[in-house]
């Protein structure tokens, strides 16, 4: 009974609700397909407005990105700047990041000159044998052409820090080297004006020559100990060269004072010798030393004025240390490459400069034919 109850009461319950379902049904559904509809729509507008979200989620990420990535550019383009500034930067240990870094040309351009300068030394070494007995000059030319060409070579295949090095160097002090190459411009133009104006410092040399020098010359050449060789023209050619250098230590008076100086001599007595012998004369007996001998020392004041910039701004604070190890050995590198310079100006003046003169300026040398000829 209980179960046939429960059972009639099921019954009914099923009854009852499948009349009920499907009288329901249609409204109940078209409410359902409404709510539906409208949630879609919502859902419909979420997504999109999730979309925007997430795309603008995307969008901004990458803006923020692109912003960081433009702040970390400017930031190692400041610091770029302060590097390759010749005028301060922050020290350093690298040769190269402690200072400016070097252009795209640099390794070619530095291949080049010290390719140029190794043809130039085995040219002089060609001419020297032919017209020197010693073989000493030879041998030291020769070295000289065989140590630029291995630098080349070995910069060029395995070692590019040289060329770094010296790129860096050069970028540093190149300001300070026209500001040498300046001031001896200047010298050289006051030197003609002082001509034009009637001081002839080739007639107060050679004066000087003969009342005070020219007898200890003279004896010095007779007994054998005066030579116009390399040594002779490197000894002398260093004095101005490293005092140059050392002028900073009189706050640049000394390097300034060599520079202008030497330009009015240069320009004075090219000037004055030019009247008499003739411009052709002028550059066949300067050029061909002149191009390596004036180049050393106008880097060797660049370093000399460079010290004291750097000294300067030492003291204004604007630079934390006056010497890095970086800068100590970039500037001995480019010291010695000037150095070298010199030393190839040398052996062209001792050995190929006279007997170019020789070759093309003979009878002038020889003087007039009723006069005595010159030794």
Known sequence: MNGADE???????SADEQPHVRDEDPPHRRKLEQEREREHGSNGAGEGEGEG?????????????ADS???????????????TDPTGGPPGQDPVRDGPSPGANAHRNWFGILVGLSVAAFLTAAVTVLTQDAIEPVLGVTALGVGFAAAAGIARTN????????????????????VATGMFAVGTAIGIALLLAGVNLLEI???????????ELEDEQANGELEFTATFFIQNNSVP?????????????????????????????????AEIAGVDFILAALVPHGIFELPALFLAAGVGF??????????????????????????AVFVLFAW???????FVEAYVTPELLEVLFAELLEGPEDGPVTP
Do not use: K
């Open 69 to 83: 990535a433009g702040d970390s550019s400017r930031h190692a383009d400041e610091t770029h700047a302060i590097d």
């Open 340 to 346: 070298l310079l010199l030393v190839l100006a040398a």
């Open 7 to 13: 059972g009639g009461t099921g019954g009914e319950s």
């Open 241 to 273: 060269f490293l005092m140059a250098i050392g002028g900073a230590l009189t706050l640049g008076l000394l390097t300034a004072f060599i520079m202008v100086f030497n330009g009015i001599i240069v320009g004075n007595v090219s000037a004055a010798a």
């Open 159 to 178: 070692t590019p820090w040289l060329f770094d090095v010296l790129s860096a160097a050069w970028v540093e002090h190149r300001r300070s080297v026209w």
């Open 53 to 65: 979200e997430n795309q603008q989620i995307t969008v901004d990420p990458s803006l923020t990105g």
């Open 205 to 215: 040399v050679a004066e000087l020559l003969e009342e005070e020098l020219l007898p």
């Open 306 to 331: 460079r010290l004291l910039s750097r000294f300067g701004q030492r003291v204004l604070g604007s630079r934390d240390v006056f010497f890095t190890r970086p800068y100590l050995v970039r500037t």
